[in-house]
């Protein structure tokens, strides 16, 4: 099969670990036993998170007193492709002797006339007193909103439309390459009345990302990887129970956080939806479990799956 995989930023850093560079690099070679025994049955295209690698960044670049202006969302955004990139690249390369891998910096095309330019809600960096966030939000032109008792800077979330590179990751996974690209949602860019692309200061839904490449690739299969094994329904209440096999209309028929798992629930559900497919959310230590039918939520347009004795 033609598989996706969109990593949680649990794979690169876990709950409660310090951002450093080692413990990522450690914990990239981990997720990449998981990895490897996939890319060795399958095609396989990975995708991951930047979160907290690009908040590291903004902050060193907003202190940085040799900078003018800290550096824009989007070139921070392709710093942190970079860096994971060469992590999970080498990581693979070295637990796949003699395969390809290339890890791609991939632009996301949005519209700018996307509503959520209009309003920021996508909150960014550390937290600040009202004073200090009004300081940074007139000396940057930053958009400020209020978090809790604090404030933070807000940037646009607008929905990818297409992964710019999409033909040459196609190309390269024809030639049996295992392809790392779409990191942190892409980065994010529009394309002026020359048809010029640039970049936008904007973060993209990395899950809602790799949904539309799967469903571009012709994916058989979407996996979001990360740490929870499966969906719960009444999540936090005395009657939540786990959601094994499902459908997108039972899915959508739930409330789930708008900051969490809704989003990956609807990246799941567009991508079955669109492609009749099977798309699933479950832990990283068990993908190959998911794929036979044994593990993690799986969703497909009947609720069953394998759809045959055989995968």
């Not at 209020?146 to 040459?168: H, K, M, N």
């Amino acid at each position: 099969m033609r598989v996706i995989v969109a990593l949680g930023g649990n794979a690169l850093l876990r709950r409660g670990q310090k951002p450093d560079a080692q413990a990522q690099m450690d914990n990239v070679c981990a997720a990449v036993k998981t990895l490897a025994k996939l890319a060795e049955q399958h095609e396989l295209v990975i995708t991951h998170g930047n979160g907290p690698q690009i908040g590291v960044l903004a902050l060193e670049s907003a202190a940085d007193p040799n900078l003018s202006r800290p550096y824009p969302f989007d070139t921070l955004g392709a710093e942190t492709q970079g860096m994971i990139g060469y992590w999970m690249q080498q990581a693979l390369q070295n637990a796949l002797p003699g395969r390809q891998v290339l890890a791609m910096v991939t632009q996301t095309l949005v519209t700018a006339v996307d509503p959520a330019f209009d309003d920021p809600t996508k909150f960014v960096g550390q937290v600040y007193e009202e004073d200090e966030a009004e300081k940074l939000a007139h000396e940057y032109g930053w958009t400020i909103k209020p978090d809790g008792q604090y404030w933070r800077r807000v940037v646009p979330s607008p929905a990818p439309q297409r992964i710019v590179e999409t033909r040459l990751i196609r190309k390269m996974i024809r030639e049996g390459v295992v392809v790392v690209c779409a990191g942190g949602g892409g980065i994010p860019v529009v394309r002026d009345a020359q048809g010029r692309l640039t970049g936008v200061e904007a973060v993209i839904d990395k899950d809602l990302t790799a949904s539309m490449l799967a469903e571009s690739l012709e994916c058989d299969a979407f996996l979001i990887l990360t740490d929870v094994p499966r969906v719960m329904r009444d999540f936090g209440t005395p009657r939540q129970s786990e959601i094994a096999h499902t459908t997108p209309h039972e899915l959508r028929a739930i409330e789930f956080p708008a900051g969490s798992m809704g989003p990956k629930v609807e990246a799941v559900c567009r991508f079955v939806e669109t492609t009749g497919d099977m798309a699933a959310i479950g832990r990283l230590d068990e993908a190959e479990r998911i794929l036979e039918g044994t593990a993690g939520t799986i969703v497909t347009p009947n609720g069953r799956w394998p759809l045959t004795s055989t995968l």
